[in-house]
């Protein structure tokens, strides 16, 4: 049997073919009720109105896809999610989720099959990296891709990221500068798809490096297993140190906030035996007064949603590859080395 047309699934569900129409193309003239329903047996009819043999003139299939290699509960996708769609929804656009597309055989199957049989307009990236040969079923049916906090800009049609070697760059120069000697670089390792936080421990050694010939000071990178329990794995390599080091440079603050709270039942309490800074500002970073890198995923996934529209349009985008720098936000894990007790 071929896939349903558009007067079936207006038969199933007991509406008319125009309500059908308007259920894809311009749901704001919809109930929720009739809306939800008609999508329902679109998809149990495997039905999408814009590939159909009474496809609008748009083509369009009001509908996106964020692709993401960790679970959407996670800060940093919760909050580009969050930006995508207070872009795409008041345009008229769905968002499919798929998580964990960090397997050859998830990415197969999303990169061959996923935007032909649910008819993609664009599919957003958060931020790992893409095989070129995976997006070539995309862009034989114009599909445009969007990168956000991408490791590289490179079979994406646009990228939004922070820069996130120099960021963290920023992060281990200015724990330099407050006198510290022994800093270290607790990370976890990368595994599978290049992320865009892989980048960071580059921008950790270049800052000590570069600062070698006019300070003091000795450095190490703590690499620990990705995974659930990176933020444990990298309090036991602290503790496992001979020397338990002065300043700590995290490389995400999921790292940094368990750290602070659980060195501190070890006796290690910042500021007053080291001082720690942490990457994106995320929430309770305020709450426990954490010293961190700042970046903004909101603004981020909205700046992708705003460059997809332009893309979908068929216009060119003045500045498709943007590269935004993280801020630092001073708060009170961190004092001058010789203030310490």
Avoid at 127 to 150: C, K, M, W, Y
Avoid at 271 to 284: A, E, L, M, Q, T
Wanted: hydrophobic letters at 40%; aromatic letters at 8%.
């Amino acid at each position: 049997m071929g896939k349903a047309d558009i007067y079936q699934v207006a038969k199933e569900a007991g509406v008319s073919i125009s309500t059908v129409s308007r259920a894809f193309t311009r749901p704001e003239l919809v109930s929720a009720k009739t809306r939800r329903k008609v999508l329902d047996v679109a998809d149990k009819l495997d039905f999408n109105i814009s590939r159909s043999a009474t496809a609008l003139k748009s083509g369009q299939t009001y509908r996106v896809a964020m692709l993401m290699n960790e679970e959407i509960t996670s800060w940093f996708n919760t909050q580009t999610f969050a930006g995508i769609e207070s872009v795409m929804h008041p345009a008229g656009y769905d968002i499919s989720l798929f998580q964990h597309i960090d397997t050859a055989a998830n990415r197969h199957e999303f990169f061959t099959d996923l935007p032909i049989r649910r008819n993609v307009d664009a599919v957003f990236v958060a931020s790992f990296a893409i095989d070129p040969h995976e997006v070539e079923q995309l862009q034989r049916i114009h599909v445009p891709i969007i990168g956000i906090n991408t490791p590289s800009s490179e079979s994406f049609d646009a990228t939004i990221s922070i820069d996130d070697e120099k960021g963290m760059y920023t992060a281990a120069q200015h724990l330099i500068n407050l006198g510290h000697k022994h800093i270290v670089y607790p990370c976890s390792e990368a595994a599978g798809l290049d992320s865009s936080i892989d980048a960071r421990a580059q921008g950790f050694i270049n800052a000590c490096k570069d600062a070698e010939g006019k300070h003091d000071i000795n450095w190490e990178v703590l690499s620990v297993p990705r995974g659930p329990a990176f933020a444990d794995s990298a309090l036991s390599a602290l503790l496992a140190m001979d020397e338990f080091p002065d300043a700590i440079c995290c490389q995400m603050d999921m790292m940094a906030i368990p750290l602070v709270l659980k060195l501190e039942r070890y006796g290690h309490r910042t500021p007053r035996d080291y001082s720690i800074v942490g990457f994106d500002d995320s929430p309770y970073a305020d709450t426990i007064n954490l010293t961190t890198m700042r970046q903004d995923p909101y603004a981020m996934g909205r700046a992708a949603a705003n460059k997809a529209l332009t893309l979908i349009s068929g216009k060119t985008l003045y500045d498709p590859h943007e590269v935004l720098e993280a801020q630092l936000v001073p708060r009170s894990t961190d004092i001058p080395f010789g203030e310490m007790a």
